[in-house]
C-alpha cells in the first residue's frame, strides 16, 4: 500500500468521467467527471484475481 493510502487507511476515491473520444479525449476536465465514489482500496489478493496476462487476439 503506498504511503497516500496508508495516511487515509486505504480509502481513495474512484472517479467516473467522461471523455473517451473527442477533445477531451485522456485529459478529462473537471466537467467532464460524472461522479466521485470514496471506497476502500483492495489488494489482488482480497479481490480473488491472479496475475493478469495478456493474451493474443486471434482475428
Known amino acids: 500500500m503506498g504511503s497516500a493510502l496508508q495516511k487515509t ?29 470514496e471506497t476502500r482500496s483492495l489488494s489482488p489478493k482480497e479481490l480473488g484475481l491472479g496475475t493478469l496476462e495478456m493474451m493474443p487476439q486471434l482475428e
Open 9 to 37: 487507511k486505504g480509502f481513495c476515491g474512484l472517479v467516473i468521467a467522461r471523455g473517451l473520444k473527442g477533445a477531451s479525449k485522456g485529459k478529462p476536465e473537471f466537467k467532464d467527471m460524472m461522479a466521485l465514489f
